[in-house]
């Protein structure tokens, strides 16, 4: 039940994870991140909302009333996700790493992710975790790839992304989403490069 604007400024989140607290900060318009939640978005995951951007980037655990789930299993689509019937989201468990960044390439009406990107060095090796550009999040396992060789923007410039299986709508193109998912992905690792 934790609203946005509360993970945004919160003094904890902003010194362990401060891309977590930045993509928090980014979601919709003030109004949004007051009354939005964690838990409500990534129930909901609606195909361009920001955190599920964030948990499948970190490698999150979902905790429900039920169980453990991991960001990997828990995203299954366009609006659908592993919760059961009645199962709730109780928590979630974000690992620390070693660095991160999130951009995105935001609506202008709704501030919803055209493409988001969410890129992390963790215990684990690279996350890319892409939003907004297809049906459901995804990991760019190229760019991961790439960057696991060489964590350089400009490594990215050398991967295909293909266009396939990108979203298309009266907002941009699927080759444009995929164009954007390179862009992104650039700017999130010059950001951690600084
Ligand atoms: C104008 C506008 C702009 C927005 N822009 C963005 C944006 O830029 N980026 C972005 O990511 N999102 C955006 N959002 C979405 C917003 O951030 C909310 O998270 C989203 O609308 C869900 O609302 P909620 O969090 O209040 O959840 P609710 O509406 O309360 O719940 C959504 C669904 O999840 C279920 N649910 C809620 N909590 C839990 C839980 N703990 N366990 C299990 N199920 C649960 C509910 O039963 C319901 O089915 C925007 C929304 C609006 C209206």
Known sequence: MTPHHTVATSREVTGAIPALASLAGQIGDPLVRHRGTIGGSIANNDPSADYPAACLGLGAKIVTSKRE????????????TALEENEIITRIIFPVPQTAAYQKFPNPASRYAMVGVFAAKT???????VTGAGPGVFRAQEIEAALARDFSASIIDSVTVPSEEMLQDMHGSSEYRAALVKVMAKR????IQG
């Open 69 to 80: 789930i991991t960001a990997d299993d828990y995203f299954r689509g366009m609006f659908e």
């Open 123 to 129: 215990s684990d090796g690279v996350r890319v975790a």
């Open 188 to 191: 999130a690792v010059s950001a």
